[in-house]
Nanobody, 120 residues
Framework: QVQLVESGGGLVQAGGSLRLSCAAS????????MGWYRQSPGEQRELVAR???????TYADSAKGRFTISRDNAKNTVYLQMNSLKPEDTAVYYC??????????????WGQGTLVTVSS
């Protein structure tokens, strides 16, 4: 069984910064892409940023220039550094990872979510 545990969410004023972390644990035989998504009340879950095992990154337009995704493959951990936060960044942030399990097949795993609230 594989788990993703997120941390780092909280309340911050507009213009501030937060760093989210997501650690994968369990029976892991490899991790391909990892990513961060977010969901606001009444909205669909949307991609924020994604990073491949080789370090290639993709960002939503809303995140470009303000957010940075990175990963530590040795720790099976992905990070999201969020700067210049805006009230519209308020959402539950979810971590996702494509994990190779003991069956040698890839499984998409999700974390439980961490709430980010940006006050104006």
């Amino acid at each position: 069984q594989v788990q993703l545990v997120e941390s780092g969410g909280g309340l911050v004023q507009a213009g501030g910064s937060l760093r989210l972390s997501c650690a994968a644990s369990g029976s892991i035989f490899g991790i391909n892409a990892m990513g961060w998504y977010r969901q606001s009340p009444g909205e669909q879950r949307e991609l924020v940023a994604r990073i491949t095992s080789g370090g290639s990154t993709t960002y939503a337009d809303s995140a470009k220039g303000r957010f940075t995704i990175s990963r530590d493959n040795a720790k099976n951990t992905v990070y999201l550094q969020m700067n210049s936060l805006k009230p519209e960044d308020t959402a539950v942030y979810y971590c996702s990872a494509s994990v190779r399990t003991s069956t040698m097949r890839y499984l998409e795993v999700w974390g439980q979510g961490t709430l980010v609230t940006v006050s104006s």
